[in-house]
């Protein structure tokens, strides 16, 4: 079983004001095979959590420690921690013109595995992950995220988790900009992976609504940098009848 610590984290970033405190001694443990769900105002920092486990450059770790195994995370490059089993689906995944779903994909499962994978293998591999996602083969021949809709990119994201497998995935407002159909299709891609492989899943949102499909074993109330409060599945349907009004005012 594998296990992602965070202790104690406190994270800075640089704005024209200053430095600025985002997170302000962050606590959490998730386990494999646990899905946690991290909701809260916008501003509360919930976004540079997932970007500081991640290894973004514009976030600096000024106390605590992110474990990976006992490994400390935080001496790992980004690539180093994409290979030992991190893996970030992005709210507002980048486009990469000039390099094509197929090289990419396979390119990054490369760099994981430490050697390419055997192609006729693979092709069906990556096939068969595409049309359970609901999408056109061409799209592979396309550049990575380029001219995609919000949908597409969203379910690009996810293909990438389903053939990397990582160990623990934080998907930060997968959500965001889906419709109906396409927040079913996102969210039994999650789930497909995580029964699959056992995968960790911190999942960051705003809405209860992904947590219709997406089943939470624990949700933490970020606030001010903060976790101000932690319970189960029931916590999410509290705040979605009550907001945040509570912990903010408090």
Aim: proline letters at 3%; charged letters at 25%.
């Amino acid at each position: 079983m594998a296990t992602l610590e965070i202790k104690n984290l406190h994270v800075t970033v640089e704005t024209e004001q200053g430095t600025k405190e985002i997170l302000k001694g962050v606590d959490l443990v998730i386990r494999s095979g646990e899905t946690h769900a991290i909701m809260g105002p916008n501003g509360s920092g919930k976004s540079t959590l997932a970007y500081s486990i991640a290894g973004h450059p514009k976030y600096t770790v000024t106390q605590g420690e992110i474990l990976l195994d006992g490994e400390n995370v935080l001496e790992m490059s980004v690539d180093e921690r994409a290979r030992a089993g991190v893996f970030l689906a992005m709210q507002y995944p980048v486009e990469i013109p000039g390099v094509s779903v197929s090289n990419f994909l396979r390119t990054a499962k490369t760099a994981i595995d430490g050697e390419a994978p055997a192609l006729r293998g693979w092709i069906q591999e990556v096939r068969g992950a595409m049309d359970a996602l609901k999408m056109d083969s061409t799209f592979t021949e396309r550049n990575v995220n380029e001219g995609f809709s919000g949908g597409e990119k969203k379910r690009h994201e996810i293909l990438q988790m389903e053939l990397l497998k990582p160990k623990f995935a934080v998907l930060d407002e997968t959500d965001s900009g889906l419709d109906v159909d396409a927040l079913k299709i996102v969210s039994e891609g999650v789930n497909r992976v995580k029964a699959a492989t056992g995968m960790g899943v911190l999942l960051i949102t705003h809405y209860t609504r992904i947590l219709n499909y997406i089943k939470p074993d624990f949700v933490h109330v970020f606030v001010a940098g903060k976790i101000a409060e932690e319970g189960g599945p029931e916590l999410a349907e509290r705040l979605e009848a009550e907001g945040y009004d509570r912990y903010v005012n408090a």
